[in-house]
């Protein structure tokens, strides 16, 4: 019987698996396949560009897991891996970072990661869905505008659920730095979808 992620904690099925466990592994790439491909996105505009880059993540994660040390985040941990591997592969292609064009789910009906959404959606009503879109495509429309660092603290934060702590480990700043960039991104955010008050309203 394979592993459980909801009663897991990451060292439990990262311990599991170094120690022969290989069914452990699915259950830590489901816990966090969406987180990465979001802060894979933010790097690259095109999907299918994403995806080979997202592959190449977990494949590197499998590569690296034993170079681990328990006694630190392990998110924090694994989003630094992708976050330098998403660097040098714009590196190899000589490019700058890309604004995301659909990170956060505007006209990208498959969802946010190379693999099917859950049956769960067929549940929301058509009011609630029709609801979703329009907030997903205006966020988007405003990430887009957000300057680079903002736009990475900002997704790493409400879209991947990193502490403070995490993120400035992962983008080597202080804490207080992480946080301005945050306050900043929801600032500039609000500035820009002031008339829509119900999108201010999720951004409280």
Not at 17 to 40: C, E, H, T, W
Not at 87 to 92: E, K
Not at 118 to 144: F, P, Q
Request: with cysteine; proline share 3%; net charge neutral.
């Amino acid at each position: 019987m394979g592993i459980s992620a909801e009663f897991s904690s990451d060292e439990t099925l990262i311990a599991a698996y170094l120690q022969g466990r290989k069914d452990s592994f699915p259950a830590l790439f489901r816990r966090y396949q969406n987180r990465i491909f979001f802060m894979v996105r933010n790097y690259f505009s095109n999907r299918e560009r994403a995806e080979e880059v997202f592959q190449e993540v977990f494949l590197k994660l499998l590569q690296h897991l034993e170079q681990y040390d328990a006694s630190g985040s392990f998110r924090a941990w694994f989003f630094t891996l992708c976050r330098n591997h998403c660097i040098d592969r714009l590196r190899q292609q000589a490019r700058r970072p890309e604004t995301p064009d659909s990170a956060w789910g505007e006209n990208n009906e498959d969802g946010p990661t190379p693999l099917s959404q859950s049956a769960d959606s067929a549940l929301v009503s058509a009011d609630e869905a029709a609801y979703d879109r329009e907030l997903a495509g205006l966020l988007t429309s405003a990430i887009r505008k957000l300057p680079e660092e903002q736009r990475e603290t900002f997704i790493l934060k409400e879209r991947s659920g990193l502490t403070f702590e995490e993120i400035a480990e992962v983008m080597q700043v202080s804490v207080n730095t992480a946080k301005s960039r945050m306050r900043y991104a929801l600032e500039a955010l609000r500035r820009n979808l002031r008339h829509k008050s119900f999108v201010k309203e999720a951004l409280r």
